[in-house]
């Protein structure tokens, strides 16, 4: 059974920086599709960076591009979000999100991923 688990959420100023980390157990880590959304309150579940397990592409949403970085170390079975020059609209529950192939057409999509972690709360203060 795939199991995710996050960490590295918390409170940080503007301008400053943290790193997630999406720990996986259970998978062929590797292979898979690894990729992180974020929900604030009141909004739907927002797509924000995903890397292809095959060749390690990755693609980001627009809010997010030139600040954030995805990647990961398939020894520790760990995929990573580097999260800098943080905004306070940054602030949400951060997921982990994993599906066993890649789609160019639905990987921004939360109903194409088979498994999730229960998320890391990230707070930007102004």
């Known amino acids: 059974q795939v199991q995710l688990v996050e960490s590295g959420g918390g409170l940080v100023q503007a301008g400053g920086s943290l790193r997630l980390s999406c720990a996986a157990s259970g998978t062929t880590f590797s292979y898979y599709t690894w990729a992180w959304f974020r929900q604030a309150p009141g909004k739907e579940r927002e797509f924000v960076a995903v890397?292809?397990?095959?060749?390690?592409?990755?693609n980001y949403g627009d809010s997010v591009k030139g600040r954030f970085t995805i990647f990961k170390d398939n020894a520790k079975d760990t995929s990573y979000l580097q999260m800098d020059n943080l905004k306070p609209d940054d602030t949400a529950v951060y997921y982990c999100a994993a599906n066993t192939f890649y789609s160019q057409n639905n990987y921004h999509l939360t109903t194409f991923y088979r498994y999730w972690g229960q998320g890391t709360q990230v707070i930007v203060s102004p």
């Open positions: 890397i292809v397990g095959s060749g390690d592409g990755t």
